[in-house]
């Protein structure tokens, strides 16, 4: 168990309403999972990731629904241990020149979809 300050080689961990309520130093009997000498890390935080505009476009003219592609992304987020993602999502104003993944629109429909599929998600998904 890796913690702050230190590392439990043969602890045990309590988990209540799916958050852990208790760490000890020793293992328990009965015990519902054992790690096997698996390490068990807190879940990663990524502070800013410009993830989603390549989901949903992963190849220039290529576009993904955006529902798919955030649900892919929220996977692969999730089996890599993070557990809150902070999407960077950037805008160009309404110009005939502004890119389509940069557009306000854009940007608009992907905060409401990601805000739409919140509680579908295994990632806690914020937008910065």
Same mark, same amino acid.
């Given at each position: 168990? =890796?913690? *702050? ?5 043969? !602890? ?7 958050? &852990? +309520? #208790? ?28 993830? =989603?505009? *390549? ?5 220039? !003219? ?7 592609? &955030? +649900? #892919? ?56």
């Amino acid at each position: 168990i =890796v913690l *702050r300050d230190r590392v439990i080689a043969n !602890g045990a961990v309590r988990v209540e309403g799916g958050r &852990i +309520a #208790e760490i000890r130093d020793q293992p328990v009997e009965n015990a519902d999972f054992t790690g096997g000498g698996r390490l068990l890390l807190p879940g990663f935080i990524d502070m800013h990731g410009d993830m =989603v505009e *390549r989901e949903v476009e992963p190849r220039s !003219g290529v576009h993904v629904p955006m529902e798919i592609g &955030i +649900a #892919e992304l929220d996977k692969r987020l999730a089996s890599c241990g993070v557990t809150t993602a902070y999407a960077a999502l950037s805008f160009i104003g309404n110009s005939a020149t502004a890119a389509l993944l940069r557009s306000e629109e854009h940007t608009s429909s992907i905060i409401q979809t990601i805000t739409g599929l919140k509680d579908d998600l295994l990632v806690d998904h914020r937008i910065h």
